[in-house]
């Protein structure tokens, strides 16, 4: 460890583990298609979810559950799901650009995350039905799904770390496909699948895609209004780049 200057209270100049932990998270890609000849072992099943067990939630309610799946079988029918989400979809003409989803059968690494959306009453609510306390249950929503989402975050680091490729998976679709998996993995009807977490060996080069600049991402004390995108920009983003910086190769990345 670096050692405090003589008369300094605090040395923050070792920049190592920042530069591992960056490297991580700068090689953190998604994959859509995995090597489905590789077996994770459990012990990297085990270092994965214990990344996740230490995240930050709210209240520290600690509302994950993570399921993991490892019989081919149960990875197909779920899969099933998803390709009949994606044949919804594309029916309902949302124009949205959906990937294929029968890369998730192949995925080595799949975790079912669920959530316990009882815990909001472990956040600030009132309880009491008034129009405050919706106010304050649509903020314990979020605070929940947060949580959740620092959970599921720390979780695909440490596959990054480990080597793997990732998906982030939450087309889960509505209530039926809510109803069809949970008796297939044997959830309680009280809680909600959010999403799945695929990883293992990708069967393509995985690539980098877009991000923003850091200056586009950051204000200093007062919001900068060049980062304010009207609605009609929005939409244009979607038109002409969504389909772009999700699936192709992304150009300026670092
Ligand atoms: C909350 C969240 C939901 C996502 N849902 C899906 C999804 O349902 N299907 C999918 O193919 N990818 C999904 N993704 C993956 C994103 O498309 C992907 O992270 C994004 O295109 C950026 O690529 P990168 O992960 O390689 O940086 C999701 C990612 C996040 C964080």
């Known amino acids: 460890m ?5 008369g300094a209270k605090y040395d923050f100049s070792d920049r190592t583990k920042y530069d591992a932990l960056m490297e991580t998270v700068r090689n953190r890609l998604t994959t859509r298609a995995f090597d489905s000849t590789y077996v994770v072992p459990r012990e990297h099943y085990e270092m994965i979810l214990d990344a996740a067990r230490h995240a ?30 994606q044949v919804a979809r594309a029916k309902l003409k949302m124009k949205f650009p959906t990937p294929d989803y029968r890369g998730l059968a192949t995925a080595p690494g799949f975790v079912v995350v669920a959530s316990d959306f009882r815990w909001v ?15 304050y249950k649509e903020n314990a929503e979020r605070i929940l799904l947060q949580s959740v989402a620092a959970s599921t975050m720390s979780a695909h680091l440490a596959a990054a770390a480990l080597g793997y ?6 087309a889960i679709g509505q209530e039926k496909a809510q109803k069809a998996m949970k008796p297939l ?40 209004q060049s980062h304010f995108m009207s609605e009609a920009k929005i939409d244009e983003w979607i038109a002409t780049t969504r389909h772009k910086v999700m699936y192709r190769d992304a150009e300026n990345v670092d």
């Open 2 to 6: 670096a050692q405090p200057t003589a």
């Open 165 to 170: 490729n990732v998906w982030w998976v939450t």
């Open 185 to 224: 993995l044997g959830i309680p009807d009280e809680l909600a699948v959010l999403d799945i977490m695929c990883f293992g060996p990708s069967a393509k080069p995985p690539y980098k895609r877009w991000k923003k600049s850091l200056n586009e991402i950051t204000s200093w004390n007062k919001f900068d």
């Open 121 to 135: 009453k472990a956040f600030p609510v009132l309880n009491d039905g008034s129009d405050l306390d919706k106010m």
């Open 56 to 85: 930050p939630s709210g209240a520290n309610a600690q509302p994950w559950h993570y399921i993991v799946v490892t019989d081919q079988d149960l990875k197909n029918k779920i899969t099933e799901y998803f390709r009949e989400e």
